[in-house]
């Protein structure tokens, strides 16, 4: 039996997107790894065919994600993380792609937190009665608007070649 996916508002033309390639090498995974989460259910993009297209807030996700992966985390885990992310983080992933604050991720796989202010970051390591892990959700962010824009600069590579500068195929 087949799941039906879940329907996402649709998203602005002007929206960046990104197919699973793309998405792979900005956040460390592979395209197998995409595949495994898309079929799970864990972040499901867009559909275009075959290709799946990713929305920047999906990006961030995903970098979270393959962070708190490395680090050791269950998919379990994980998956109570991005409930978390998905719910509190609208507004404060709006307010971190406009880079008008530093958005930390904190949690012991339990207690999640998500926090802009340095003084309460270092509160809650204090005061952490287990290991707490950080994620710097701008970091990822950044991580991602770098790539795009240096996406963006980069020539096409039919621009870059010329016609004289191909070797002509001897046959």
């Known amino acids: 039996m087949l799941k039906a996916r879940k329907t996402r508002p649709a998203s602005s033309p002007e929206a960046p997107s990104y197919n699973s390639s793309d998405v792979a090498r900005i956040c460390g995974v592979s395209l197998r790894q995409l595949q495994w989460w898309d079929e799970r259910n ?5 559909q275009d065919g075959h290709k799946r297209i990713y929305m920047a ?3 961030v996700e995903i970098s979270v994600i393959a962070e708190l992966r490395r ?3 269950s998919l379990q885990k994980i998956r109570r993380v991005l409930r978390f992310l998905q719910k509190d983080m609208g507004k404060r992933l ?3 792609l406009a880079g008008s604050a530093d958005v930390h991720l904190l949690t012991d796989g339990k207690s999640i937190f998500l926090e802009e202010a340095p003084n309460r970051i270092i509160d809650l390591l204090k ?3 287990q290991p707490m892990f950080l994620v710097c959700v701008t970091d990822q962010v950044r991580r991602l608007t770098a790539t795009a824009t ?3 600069r980069k020539p096409a590579r039919s621009e870059t070649v010329s016609p ?3 070797k002509a195929r001897v046959g």
């Open 71 to 73: 680090k050791g985390f």
């Open 164 to 166: 004289a500068g191909r």
């Open 150 to 152: 240096a996406a963006e």
């Open 42 to 46: 864990v972040v499901s993009p867009r």
């Open 94 to 96: 709006s307010e971190a």
């Open 127 to 129: 005061n952490a009665r």
């Open 57 to 59: 807030e999906e990006v």
